[in-house]
């Protein structure tokens, strides 16, 4: 009887910590990231918002205020690179990957947040 009981008490001990693991698992699959991203304008705004939105992103914001992109993406379908490289492709700079030039020179004048450097 005791080993019965010792028996069930286990089952039911494993059966609560995997299920436990499988939420946990679950929930990472969703993950929210913020990091720097320049600009200037609404114009910026929309630009940088919808590079953003690759497959597996649900959520992307852009703070022109604070410089800063508030995303929401299933880490099944993409990562925080592939987001930050879609944002440079359309001429953006973010924390870690520089905006591509030639799409930079392609950005509207009132766009163009690159200050450029006088030499004396």
């Not at 508030?70 to 379908?77: A, F, L, M």
């Not at 490289?85 to 953006?92: L, N, R, T």
């Not at 905006?99 to 930079?104: F, M, N, R, V």
Request: glycine letters at 4%; aromatic letters at 6%; charged letters at 30%.
């Amino acid at each position: 009887m005791k080993n019965i009981i010792k028996s069930i008490s286990i089952i039911t001990l494993l059966l609560v910590g995997t299920s436990a693991m499988a939420q946990e698992k679950k929930q990472k699959k969703i993950q929210t990231a913020e990091f720097e991203v320049s600009g200037l304008c609404n114009m910026c705004k929309k630009r940088i918002e919808e590079a953003a939105l690759i497959k597996g992103v649900r959520l992307a914001e852009w703070d022109k205020f604070n410089q800063e992109i508030k995303v929401i993406y299933s880490t099944k379908q993409t990562d925080l690179e592939k987001i930050k490289m879609s944002i440079s492709a359309v001429g953006y700079d973010t924390d870690s990957v520089k905006g591509d030039d030639e799409a930079y020179a392609k950005l509207p004048e009132c766009c163009k947040y690159r200050g450029e450097l006088e030499v004396h």
